[in-house]
């Protein structure tokens, strides 16, 4: 309980959240809703964050597990704590869904003057095509803003699918992982920047993806609750929104594009001629596709591609 009577915690969320807990856990007895040493290891990346060091929180892990529940944790102990504006408001500049929206959200927090944001990458890292633009544009808004003295918090999937240069440049600075999460509260493993190193060192190499995580040596474990019912509903309905939009975006963009089935049926040829050729074409250029319905789907432009291709052999 002694967590709670420090002045920045005197009638505060957390506080409340205290006296409203009946059947349903809301905190811990420390008085925050996820372990304490997470508390400790956040206010060292603010004291970071103070000296104009850009600094990026990943937290990964699979469906359901949690991530973003544990963001919004995060990012509310730091609006409460440093910034004194109580917990984010999910259709606030706070809260950004996909890379488009972080750019532009990004600048706003910078004006209104917040300290922290989330990013959801919303399904941008599940389309292959746009992984390495999606690493481009991380690096750019971290060149470009990193002098904004506000905390990245970065919530997706598979933290290994990300580009080592936020390591190299110390950008990155801890991975929370996002596992077996229960009905009573979630759980997760926290890796430092070495840690995390070697786990996306062996995430190339093994069959079994998840196992990776067991490759580095977590610093600590801990857990979590999950938000009051009011809040949760709140963040599944803008969640479930911004998914539905980047749904119908995908459905918008594969019109005009092929498949290997389509490509294959205007040649007249096999679909293994077709695979050799689009390898000939990505060896020599990144090709423009989308996955949709899982099938990746090609600029029209790519028959053209594999006309010229053939012509020059002749």
């Known amino acids: ?19 409203q807990q009946g059947k349903r856990r809301l905190v811990y007895d420390h008085g925050l ?16 964050i103070s000296q104009k060091k850009a600094s990026l929180v990943v937290i990964d892990g699979g469906v359901g597990e949690g991530k973003t529940t544990l963001g919004v944790h995060l990012a509310d102990y730091v609006n409460i704590k ?7 408001d999910f259709r606030s500049s706070q809260m950004a869904m996909g890379g488009k929206d972080f750019g532009e959200k990004l600048l706003a927090c910078h004006t209104e003057k917040f300290l922290v944001i989330i990013y959801d990458e919303a399904g941008d890292m599940d389309k292959k095509t746009t992984l390495s633009r999606f690493n481009r544009n ?7 803003y990193r002098g904004f ?7 997706l999937p598979r933290f290994y699918k990300l580009e080592n240069e936020l390591l190299d440049l110390g950008i990155w600075r801890m991975t929370i992982h996002c596992e077996d ?13 070495e840690q995390t190193y070697y786990i996306k060192h062996h995430a190339v190499k093994i069959v079994v993806k998840p196992k990776c995580y067991d490759f580095g040596m977590s610093n600590f474990n801990g857990h979590f609750l999950d938000l009051p019912k009011e809040r949760s509903d709140d963040l599944d309905k803008v969640s479930i929104a911004a998914k539905r939009k980047e749904t119908k975006k995908t459905v918008y963009d594969v019109k005009g594009r092929v498949t290997v089935k ?7 040829v096999s679909l293994r001629w077709v695979r050799l050729k689009l390898r000939e074409l990505q060896d020599r250029e990144e090709l423009d596709t989308v996955l949709f319905d899982r099938k990746k789907w090609y600029k029209k432009d790519v028959l053209d591609m594999i006309d010229e291709l053939e012509n020059n052999k002749d």
């Open 262 to 268: 389509e490509i294959a049926s205007h040649f007249g």
């Open 33 to 48: 809703p996820f372990r304490q040493l997470l508390a400790d290891n956040m206010d060292d990346l603010m004291d970071r």
């Open 138 to 144: 991380l690096m750019r808004i971290f060149e470009m």
């Open 149 to 155: 003295r506000i905390l990245v918090i970065l919530c």
């Open 82 to 88: 440093f910034g004194r504006n109580g917990p984010i």
């Open 181 to 193: 999460r229960s009905l009573q509260q979630g759980n997760f493993r926290v890796f430092d920047i």
């Open 1 to 19: 309980m002694d967590a709670i009577k420090q002045p920045w915690f005197k009638n505060s969320y957390y506080a409340a959240l205290l006296t």
